[in-house]
């Protein structure tokens, strides 16, 4: 084996594999209990449809950041003998600097430019996917306040009937039926938050086999081009002003995008310290409605 082949960029393939016969699985146990899924989806067939839609949305995304990678990889690959193939999307910067013949050399300013542009088209191309992670809670939230609501609202009614008198057995009727609103709520609540969890947690693996496979891709591509520019630069002598003055370029690039990674953690933080507040916000209101249901009348 040659050094070049060493340093060959390896197939994404595996981990498609693992995106299949993990949605095989989970299409096996969506048969085996289409019964009871079908009977919480009926329950709130409008918000659970917006869920189960971002779902699918989200499962074509992962598989998409992933099947890309297959074109990067054949351009890399084929970079030294000048073979036709599509042009890159993700290293699309890279292939306007090497030029169309892909054998012009990488200089280490460059090439650190290059592997940051990357890094950071990967990370925002992961973006899309992760939002729609966090809005599937979102949606099982909303949908478990929804039915909360109605569920308090229903008691109340229930509540404000029994006060009127009457006969034993009318009240007990008036109760039985009277019940029947406070848990359809709450068969509206606890479907939706199913439905919003099952979507995050399907979509969270795939996201996690996405970031692995860009997480590699980005690894073997750095260690070819770094082997690249070490086999160029071999016979030559570095410290010139044009390297002085790209090197400064790239340490200016490199803090732009290190400020723009930590506006992002910032942003992610608010999000996940929101969906905490609302997660405190549902189980006070939880113990509220348990307080109101065990005080004595």
Known sequence: MSDKDAYRLSSPAIFLVRMAVFLILVGFVVVILHRPIRTAFMANPGLNSVIVAAAALGVFIAIGQVARLFR?????????????????????????????????????????????????????????????????????????????????????????????????????????????????????????????????????????????????????????????????????QPGSDASEALEGLATGVQALVRHMRQEQQMIRDWVEAQADRQARLQAALEAHLVSEKQEPR
Do not use: C, H
């Open 72 to 236: 990067e990889i054949a351009w890399v690959n084929a970079r030294e003998n000048g073979a036709a193939v599509k042009p890159p999307a993700l290293l699309a910067p890279m292939a306007r600097i090497v030029g169309t013949e892909g054998k012009a050399p990488l200089s280490p300013q460059i090439l650190r430019l290059v592997l940051d542009s990357v890094a950071t088209r990967l990370d925002e191309s992961r973006e899309t996917l992760r939002y729609l992670t966090g809005l599937l809670v979102f949606l099982g939230l909303l949908g478990t306040f929804w039915g909360l609501l109605e569920t308090v609202g229903s008691i109340g009614g229930v509540i404000g009937s029994l006060q009127g008198g009457g006969e034993t057995a009318s009240l007990f009727n008036d109760l039985k039926s009277g019940l029947a609103r406070p848990l359809a709520g709450m068969s509206l609540a606890f479907t939706s938050s199913l439905f919003g969890l099952a979507g995050s947690l399907v979509l969270g693996f795939l996201d996690l086999q996405a970031g692995q496979a860009q997480g590699r891709f980005y690894t073997e591509l750095e260690d070819r081009l770094s082997a690249d520019v070490e086999a160029a630069r071999a016979p030559q």
